[in-house]
């Protein structure tokens, strides 16, 4: 008998049509405010606005197909707003130790002022020594703070949210927006963002680990769950949300195989509001991901301490640069601290280069990258596919 209640329970909800997402992009020339009342007709629902791009998030009932959302005067695009994976693990080999860096950039025999940047060991104490990580000495982020530490600079982590009670994130936190739960603060629940947090700004205290950017004031923009995952929307809302509230620099330290419109139309939105926009070009090996292949994003390939790509790390045309990112330690979740690898552990390298050059006063994103494009080097052995203009000496940034 409830075997048969069941059964036609199934079939009374699928004569009336399930619930299916949808992001409806709406014409130049129309407005949504005019378009609700037809959407509405149809029996959608909107549930989220995304006013910067014109576009709205509906609930159509399931029978509703695309050809008759675009029979709407008013519409420009539909697509579903699918709820996929954004961010991927990787494991790597064990930890790199300072000197084993070092060391292989002695039997290279490299020339710091041509080939590659050099590190700043002999200007650090052993106290400093410890607190900053590999990757940020890599990048010889140290010389640059006699001039720019970050201050002042705003930086979005679009991401899984902050850990904003950790010793080393607290004092750089300046609030954020949680676009999954909007009446919820934006803590994250998985760690990821944390983790990229921290290599962007965490604080000198000579406690646990200090960020390439150490004054910055960073957002914590929550648009995936503790998963990882989120919806197409969600990422888009929260682009929105770093336009709206004037961010300088956003890091992306996420990615998916397959792009879409109103995605595009998001990045696109805040490149033209004067936002500079640093991707993780993906973890899959193969072609770029977006949002990172989109032009107006700076896409970061991963670096390993053998100054290699990293075997994960994606590639292509649309490589702007690489950064470490293999083996970083950084803040987690909970007070911790963890290592992980990533193009998600190198994107927020350059993001955090970008706010000391935006604290150098300059504001344009193109402006931002042509002088990033001066401070970098070309590494030996690498093509232009997997490093872009290159590795960031900040001692180069003026």
């Not at 987690?332 to 963890?338: A, D, E, I, P, V």
């Amino acid at each position: 008998m409830n075997r048969i209640i069941l059964i036609v329970s199934m079939l009374f909800l699928y004569s009336y049509g399930y619930s299916a997402q949808k992001i409806v992009m709406i014409k130049e020339n129309k407005s949504i405010s005019l378009t609700q009342s037809d959407i509405e007709n149809m029996g959608g629902k909107i549930v989220r606005r995304l006013d910067f791009i014109n576009a709205v998030v509906v609930d159509f009932p399931d029978y509703i197909k695309d050809a008759e959302i675009y029979s709407l005067d008013s519409v420009k695009s539909v697509e579903d707003d699918k709820y996929i994976k954004w961010i991927e693990e990787v494991d790597y080999p064990a930890f790199p130790s300072v000197e084993d860096v070092s060391k292989n950039i002695e039997l290279n025999n490299y020339d710091y002022d041509i080939s590659v940047p050099s590190f700043v060991v002999e200007r650090l104490s052993d106290e400093e020594m410890k607190e900053i990580p590999w990757g940020v000495k890599r990048l010889n982020a140290y010389s640059a703070w006699d001039r720019t530490t970050g201050k002042g600079v705003k930086v979005g982590v679009i991401d899984t949210g902050i850990d904003y009670n950790h010793t080393d994130l607290a004092k750089n936190y300046a609030g954020g927006y949680n676009v999954i739960f909007t009446t919820k603060t934006p803590l994250d629940d998985q760690g990821h963002g944390t983790h990229v947090a921290g290599t962007i700004g965490a604080v000198k205290n000579l406690k646990g680990v200090i960020g390439v950017a150490p004054d910055v004031s960073l957002y914590a923009i929550k648009v995936l769950d503790s998963s990882g995952s989120g919806q197409y929307s969600w990422i888009i809302d929260g682009i929105q949300w770093a336009v709206n509230n004037k961010m300088d620099v956003v890091n992306m330290s996420l990615g998916a195989p397959q792009g879409s419109d109103a995605l595009k139309a998001a990045i696109d939105a805040a490149y033209k509001a004067g936002v500079v926009i640093v991707c993780a070009a993906g973890n899959d090996g193969g072609a770029v991901n977006y949002p990172a292949k989109y032009p107006g994003t700076i896409a970061i390939s991963a670096l390993d301490s053998s100054d290699k790509i990293a075997s994960f790390s994606s590639r292509g045309a649309e490589i702007a640069f690489i950064a470490p990112g293999v083996n970083i330690n950084s803040t987690y979740k909970g007070n911790y601290y963890r290592t992980m690898s990533g193009t998600s552990m190198a994107s927020p390298h350059i993001a955090g280069l970008s706010a000391l050059v935006v604290g150098l006063g300059v504001k344009d994103p193109d402006e931002v990258k042509s002088m990033l494009i001066k401070a970098a080097v070309k590494l030996p052995n690498l093509k232009d596919t997997e490093q872009g203009y290159g590795l960031i000496d900040a001692s180069r940034l003026k």
